[in-house]
């Protein structure tokens, strides 16, 4: 009679851990095709090009919040195509309620969450940590950032540090369905491998007056689009190439200052700043006399406390892919940190650049620059395991 029992209570136990298997796997088989065209559709913010019904749609979203890993209670569509020198996103985000649509925010890089929007990661080194995030809310507005070491965002409302900018090209509209969107990505924003046929990727809708967080993969609760190795693959991409990446970006300030009771002096300085893609995953990053005025001001904080404030960088040298510089100590302490003072100083002093270069390959850097005092910063990542990676 034990033994009965026992095998029965076995199998009561096998049969509930088969079903919450089958729960914990995530709906679809996690793989996206695009779909190759000689030339891109229009960025127009509609679906209308005949060029988008190449591709079959993606569907398959579910509930993050408010209820996980339900299906999603709007209808979404994504579709990929991609031709020798972009990646193009057609996405409908259907709406049983046009008018309940949320979309007020104009300006680029501003928070979203306040609005309806869509969003896309890519990883297309294959990392499975790293990955640029492009959103996109029903106005057309964009926002763009980086996420590093699937560290999860600072505050709720974010989804990567959106310090760092790309060149992308987005539209939308809102009709009577719900709204659609178009994304031309150029490769050339991307730093890939040549000859990677998988990316991966992952897209999710935030719908505003359900409060419903909506994601293809990575849906949920401990998760999210961050969580860039738990994302689905992207296929089908050949014959692909970033091209030559070329950056100029100079500049020249002049002025005129005169005090009373002494001669007038003329003002001028200049300097540029240059980006050249050597290969498809090696970019240089050149400097002379860095502009730092376009950079967003810190913001204003109080110091009561013995130590010293953390200011984030914010000047757009160092945040080209600083995924490469940025990895944490048992303590979290960064180890590399471009506007840390000197330590140890009776009288620090902070480091300045005057001039300077960095070159990134995959997962190498190097800065050699003009510092005081000099020094030269070099930082190799190597790949151990498929999820994992050391610092060297």
């Keep these: 009679m034990r033994l009965v029992l026992a095998a029965v209570f076995f199998a009561l136990l096998l049969l509930e851990g088969t079903a919450t298997a089958k729960s914990s796997v995530p709906a679809g088989d996690g793989e996206l095709v695009a779909v190759r065209v000689e030339k891109g559709p229009k960025i127009d913010g509609t679906l209308d090009d005949p060029l988008w019904k190449l591709a079959k749609p993606l569907a398959d979203f579910r509930q993050k919040e408010p209820e996980e890993g339900t299906p999603a209670t709007e209808r979404t569509e994504v579709r990929v195509l991609y031709d020798a020198h972009h990646i193009y996103f057609g996405v409908f985000c259907y709406d049983t309620n046009p008018k309940g649509i949320v979309a007020t925010q104009l300006r680029r890089d501003l928070d979203m969450s306040l609005d309806d929007n869509f969003s896309v990661i890519i990883d297309p080194s294959g990392s499975h940590r790293n990955g640029y995030v492009f959103e996109i809310n029903p106005l057309g507005q964009q926002l763009d950032g980086l996420v590093v070491e699937e560290q999860a965002p600072q505050f709720p409302n974010e989804l990567a540090d959106p310090s760092w900018d790309g060149l992308w090209y987005s539209a939308a ?77 100079p500049y020249l300030l002049g002025g005129y200052s005169r005090l009373t009771g002494e001669p007038g002096q003329f003002q001028h300085t200049g300097g540029v700043d240059i980006k050249y893609g050597i290969r498809s995953n090696l970019i240089a990053n050149l400097t002379v006399n860095t502009d730092f005025a376009d950079a967003d001001v810190d913001q204003q904080q109080f110091n009561l406390t013995p130590f010293r404030l953390f200011f984030p960088e914010k000047r757009r040298f160092f945040l080209e892919n600083s995924d490469v510089f940025t990895f944490y100590t048992w303590n979290q302490d960064l180890m590399f940190f471009s506007r840390l003072n000197l330590i140890g100083l009776r009288s620090p002093s902070s480091i300045k650049l005057g001039r300077g270069n960095r070159t990134q390959l995959r997962n190498a850097g190097l800065v050699p620059a003009g510092l005081q005092p000099q020094s030269v ?12 990676q050391a610092p060297g």
Excluded: C, M
């Excluded at 009709?175 to 031309?184: C, D, L, V």
């Excluded at 949920?220 to 991409?237: D, M, N």
């Excluded at 990542?381 to 999820?387: G, K, N, P």
């Design 173 to 249: 509209k809102i009709g009577e369905q719900g709204w659609t969107a178009t994304i031309a990505i150029p490769f050339s924003t991307l730093n890939f491998k040549t000859g990677s046929s998988a990316w991966e990727i992952n897209f999710r809708r935030f719908i505003r007056r359900k409060n419903e967080e909506d994601l293809w993969r990575a849906y949920r609760r401990q998760a999210g689009l961050w969580r860039v190795s738990e994302a689905g693959e992207l296929h089908g991409l050949s014959g692909i190439g970033s091209g030559r990446l070329l950056i100029i970006k």
């Design 377 to 388: 910063l070099g930082h190799v990542r190597h790949a151990f395991f498929e999820s994992g």
